[in-house]
């Protein structure tokens, strides 16, 4: 394959605005780290998003959809392959009556305030999460006792053969950080939740009460991709990282925040590689003092 050359078409498919190369995965996650990917396309609607996509599959070329990049470490070395955004074109929202519509690349946080300001009540937990409705349902993105699950009607999927299918919520088989998505590769074009009436008052209320909780609990100040483990069953990963004395532990400019364990923190310069140090780190002597096994939550792609 002659990578420019196929680089080179992708740009007459999606348009020359709309495709970069070299892109620093540094300006892509919210880990603030990584080398450079290859190709950034970002298309303009569903139609040249299907053209993309059966290009890069028809060349053989790899390709990663990215969303706001907030569970995602990419490799030093960076991804030599095609990443595509939804999040600059297919981010529209809107409501009609109780159901909140969003397209693939909307922020979750967006939706959040969608919500507030047509006094709609059940999405108040996203307000927090720094990802989008895509990425999302692909991992039924939650916080403080809630689900997207908890509100999906139904999404509208491009599957890999280039037809859009409806799941409902039902089909989509959500579980805790799990959806049907990440074993049939489809990708959220649109997805609708049935929120409920309420005050505007008691949502903002309750928005600014979890914004609270999160700036005293979480090191927001420093780049991160959230909880960095998933929960192990009957457990805490946080908890477990602090009871194994690894609060604070770094390699470099990457480590264990000393305000929560559970997250694995930029604290200035970290590369790709230490971040990932730190990971693998935290994972094994957990297991040498508990014997959990960690499982990481951050998606890791490209070269290390």
Known sequence: MNTMSF?????????????RFDVPASALTTF???GPVACLVTPRDADVLASVLAAVRAEGCPYFLLGRG??????????????????????????????LHAE??????????????????????ASGIPGTIGGGLYMNAGAYG?????????????????EVRTFTGAMLGLSYRHSVLQEN????LEAAFRLRPGKQEDIRALMEDLASRRREKQPLEYASAGSTFKRPA?????????????????????????????????????????????????????????????EPEVRMIGVF
């Open 234 to 294: 009957g457990y805490f990963a946080g908890k477990l990282i602090e009871e194994a004395g690894l609060k604070g532990f770094r390699i470099g400019d990457a480590g264990v925040s000393e305000k929560h364990a559970g997250f694995v923190v930029n604290y200035g310069h970290a590369s790709a590689r230490e971040i990932r140090a730190v990971m693998d780190h935290t994972a094994e002597a957990v297991y040498g003092h508990s014997g959990v096994m960690l």
């Open 185 to 188: 590769g489809g990708i959220v």
């Open 32 to 34: 603030r780290a990584g």
């Open 146 to 162: 809630s689900e997207l699950s908890d509100s999906v009607l139904y999404a509208r999927v491009l599957m890999p053969d280039g």
């Open 70 to 99: 907030s569970n995602l470490l990419v490799g030093d070395g960076g991804y030599p392959g095609v990443m595509i955004s939804m999040r600059q074109h297919l981010s529209h929202v809107r409501t009609e009556g109780c159901v």
């Open 7 to 19: 680089f080179t078409d992708l740009a007459g498919i999606a348009g020359e605005a709309d495709v």
């Open 104 to 125: 693939g690349g909307a922020m979750m946080s967006d939706c959040a305030k969608q919500a507030y300001a047509d006094s709609l009540a059940g999405f108040e937990f």
